[in-house]
C-alpha cells in the first residue's frame, strides 16, 4: 500500500508557484521523499529527493516538516508544461529500491 | 544525455497471443525495473532486476516472465494475452552500487514506456 496521502487535483494559474502537499505519518527513519511527475502517457519524470533537509534544483524546491510526517513540492512559476500528474513517493534502497506509486494530484496550470 | 530505450513504442496483439517488450537500460545502470500502468490507472510494479538477477517482484502474473541479460538490457515475456493486459508498461533504470546505494537514495529514471492493446 502507498504510504503517502495527496490532494487528487489541484489548479495554479500560470506563473505562480504551485506548492503540492504530500503527507506521509508514517515514514521511517532511514526513507527519502522522491517527487515524480507524469505528463499525460509519458514516463515518469524525476523532479526532486530528500531525506530531512529541504532542497532545491532547477526544477523545484522540495520543503520536509521538521518531524518528516509531511512535505511539500514547490514549483516556483508555473508554466502550462507543468500540467501533469505529481506522485510524492517515499522509500529506500534497502526496500528493494522499487518505487510505489499511490494516487498523485493532477495538477492543472491554467492560463 | 542517453535516456531508457523501450522498444517497441506501440504493440497490438490479439488475445492468447504472445508479446515481448524489450528495455535498454541507461548505460553504467545497473537495475531495471518494470511497470505496468492501465487506463486511468497509478504504475504498478512489476519486477526488478539488479546485476541480472531478479531483486524484487510485485503484482506480476505467472504468465508474465522477465530477464536481464549480460549486456543488462531486459525483455518482459507476456503469454496468454488477455484484454486487460491491454496498458502502458513503463520500464526503469538505476544505478544502485549494492545495499545502500552511495547514498541510500536511488532515483530511477523511466522509459516513454510501450503501449500494449490486445484485442
Known amino acids: 500500500d502507498a504510504k503517502t496521502t495527496q490532494p487528487t487535483s489541484m489548479d495554479c494559474a500560470e506563473g505562480r508557484a504551485a506548492n503540492l502537499p504530500c503527507n506521509h505519518s508514517?515514514?521511517?527513519?532511514?526513507?527519502?521523499v522522491y517527487w515524480y511527475r507524469q505528463i499525460h502517457s509519458q514516463g515518469p519524470q524525476y523532479i526532486i529527493h530528500?531525506?530531512?533537509n529541504n532542497e532545491t534544483n532547477e526544477m523545484a524546491s522540495l520543503i520536509i516538516t521538521e518531524d518528516r510526517k509531511s512535505s511539500t513540492l514547490i514549483l516556483p512559476h508555473a508554466t502550462l508544461r507543468d500540467t501533469a500528474v505529481y506522485y510524492c513517493i517515499v522509500g529506500t534502497y534497502n526496500q528493494g529500491g522499487k518505487l510505489i506509486f499511490g494516487q498523485g494530484t493532477e495538477l492543472s496550470v491554467k492560463p | 544525455a542517453a535516456g531508457v530505450i523501450q522498444s517497441p513504442r506501440h504493440l497490438i496483439k490479439e488475445k492468447r497471443e504472445t508479446a515481448t517488450l524489450k528495455c535498454y537500460p541507461i548505460p553504467r545502470h545497473d537495475t531495471v525495473y518494470w511497470y505496468q500502468q492501465g487506463p486511468g490507472q497509478d504504475p504498478q510494479f512489476l519486477i526488478s532486476?539488479?546485476?541480472?538477477?531478479?531483486?524484487d517482484k510485485g503484482s506480476i502474473p505467472d504468465r508474465f516472465s522477465a530477464q536481464q541479460f549480460s549486456d543488462y538490457h531486459s525483455e518482459l515475456n507476456m503469454s496468454s494475452l488477455e484484454l486487460g493486459d491491454s496498458a502502458l508498461y513503463f520500464c526503469?533504470?538505476?544505478?544502485?552500487?549494492?545495499?545502500?546505494?552511495?547514498?541510500?537514495?536511488?532515483?530511477?529514471?523511466f522509459g516513454a514506456g510501450s503501449r500494449l492493446t490486445v484485442l
Open positions: 508514517t515514514i521511517s527513519g532511514n526513507e527519502y
Open positions: 530528500g531525506l530531512k
Open positions: 532486476f539488479y546485476e541480472k538477477m531478479q531483486s
Open positions: 526503469a533504470s538505476s544505478f544502485t552500487l549494492g545495499q545502500g546505494g552511495p547514498s541510500g537514495a536511488n532515483v530511477l529514471t
